[in-house]
């Protein structure tokens, strides 16, 4: 999964998956799921940014659905995720010189 905010479609997706005994992993690539560690970033003033924090809460609510993330970006997984996401699963980490 990878910034996708369809809490909804989601969740019968994953629901799905659990049935057939498979888990369900969140790409993360940025700090974009917490709204108020980045509400101050100037970028988001922009006007195609109009309803991010709606957007955000989405994708943290989506994420919370997961059974665990990949996170190859060291600031975020350097101890957000832990945070924000207690107990979920780090998922097996490829370098991307390995791939």
Do not use: W
Not at 42 to 50: A, I, T
Not at 53 to 72: K, P
């Amino acid at each position: 999964m990878y910034r996708s905010s369809k809490y909804g479609e989601i969740g019968k997706l994953i629901d799905r998956a659990h049935r057939r005994g498979l888990k369900v992993y969140y790409d993360m690539d940025d700090y974009i799921f917490d709204y108020s560690a980045i509400k101050d970033l100037h970028f988001l003033e922009g006007s195609d940014y109009v309803g991010f924090e709606t957007y955000s809460g989405d994708i943290f609510r989506t994420m919370t659905l997961c059974d665990g993330y990949y996170c190859f970006y060291e600031p975020v997984k350097a101890g957000a995720t832990e945070e924000a996401f207690p107990g979920k699963n780090r998922g097996h980490q490829t370098e991307s010189a390995d791939l």
